[in-house]
């Protein structure tokens, strides 16, 4: 009886198998998945991080929120905890002229997070609006410095219809060239670190630039103290260890694309301050250079009420205004005329995503790089 009772199972699944192979590969491949995510957790090579603060989750329970600055936009609350950052997605790679494989990134597929901090922040209101937004003079700056403040200036843009409560209309663009800035050769960047997201790690495969990197792609300003970064000499490490194994003189930092889901334009821009400082706690002596976060193709903004170009004004705006002081901190515009279209959204000749530069155009940015450099007496005493 049991020989006939095993026979009968194996002759059923045997009829299943060539009757139903969709679903057994389908089994089969849950059960392979299944086994995989356990196996790497397990080894602690991959975190389960569902909850209801995931982005799916917050999708699903969101998506009837209005989003468009309406009568539903949540009001300002007092800062929290930072939101999970968006991470931004990697496909087919292409090979490098110096021999290395890097990936072609493509747009997340997350939803943008932590809607419930996303309202619109006050808009300037400087009576003058003709003249340039400048910062006062700081009298307690240490004369040994040889620092004087210069600070950001600011062109005026056109209004804009506001479609997000993730970001404003600041009416004004900083351009933050009021300095007598020299062209900067190897020599000036051997002590310099350039910071941030995946358009960094593209200036460390194509720039030539003699200095060092430390970048993660997907990384959010709100993620700076407690990320390992990729570094451009091995291996990696979170910065506190980074700025202090040596003596920068020199840091950029580069910001903002993963960040434009996340609060809003002003809480970026107070948080990206806040980054800041600490940054300066570890090296103290070093001037930084915020860069603006460049511009996406005008094809992409106008398809999205968040990862859009307006957005991405509204916070270059707030981050120059909380975090450049025209002392230590300055501001590097990233609208590079060679790489806009005519109407100053990224050309769609340099990118194969909308967002992240072609191989080839990257030499463009670095020699704007280089023309924006600091002369000698800012770094006088060190």
Not at 353 to 363: N, T
Request: proline share 6%; glycine share 6%; charged share 25%.
């Amino acid at each position: 009886m049991d020989e006939n009772n095993n026979k009968n199972k194996k002759n059923f699944i045997t009829a299943f198998v060539k009757r139903c192979p969709l679903a057994m590969i389908l089994i089969l491949s849950v059960i392979v998945v299944t086994a995989i995510s356990i196996v790497g957790m397990t080894a602690g090579n991959l975190k389960n991080s569902w909850g209801w603060d995931h982005p799916a989750m917050e999708s699903l329970l969101l998506a009837g929120r209005n989003d468009d600055g309406g009568d539903d936009t949540p009001t300002q609350p007092a800062e929290s905890k930072p939101a999970e950052s968006r991470q931004e997605t990697e496909s087919t790679a292409s090979s490098t002229p110096s021999g290395y494989v890097i990936p072609t990134w493509n747009e997340s597929e997350t939803q943008p997070i932590d809607q419930s901090t996303a309202s619109p922040a006050p808009q300037e209101t400087d009576p003058e609006e003709s003249k340039p937004v400048t910062q006062p003079e700081d009298p307690t700056q240490d004369p040994l410095k040889g620092r004087q403040p210069r600070s950001v200036n600011y062109i005026h843009t056109e209004p804009i219809t506001i479609r997000s409560g993730y970001y404003d209309d600041p009416l004004l663009k900083p351009v933050g060239k009021n300095y007598a800035y020299v062209y900067g050769d190897d020599e000036y960047f051997k002590d310099a670190i350039f910071i941030g997201d995946s358009r960094v790690e593209g200036l460390f495969y194509y720039s030539n630039l003699p200095c060092d990197f430390a970048f993660l792609r997907g990384v959010s300003i709100f993620k700076i103290k407690e990320t390992s970064f990729d570094l451009s000499y091995g291996g990696s490490a979170g910065l506190e260890t980074v700025l202090t194994a040596k003596n920068y003189k020199k840091i950029y930092l580069l910001f903002g694309l993963n960040d434009l889901g996340i609060k809003n334009a002003e809480a970026y821009g107070k948080y990206y301050a806040e980054a800041v400082d600490w940054i300066k706690q570890m090296c103290p002596d070093a001037v930084i250079t915020l860069m603006g976060s460049m511009p996406i193709t005008k094809e992409k903004s106008d398809e999205s009420d968040w990862q859009n170009n307006d957005n991405i004004n509204s916070r270059n705006f707030w981050a120059a205004r909380y975090v450049c002081d025209g002392t230590d901190v300055f501001y590097l515009a990233n609208d590079i005329p060679e790489l806009l279209d005519e109407t100053g959204a990224l050309s769609s000749d340099c990118t194969n995503d909308g967002l992240h530069l072609k191989a080839e155009k990257y030499a463009a940015w670095v020699e704007h790089i280089r023309m924006y450099c600091y002369g000698e007496d800012m770094f006088t005493g060190y």
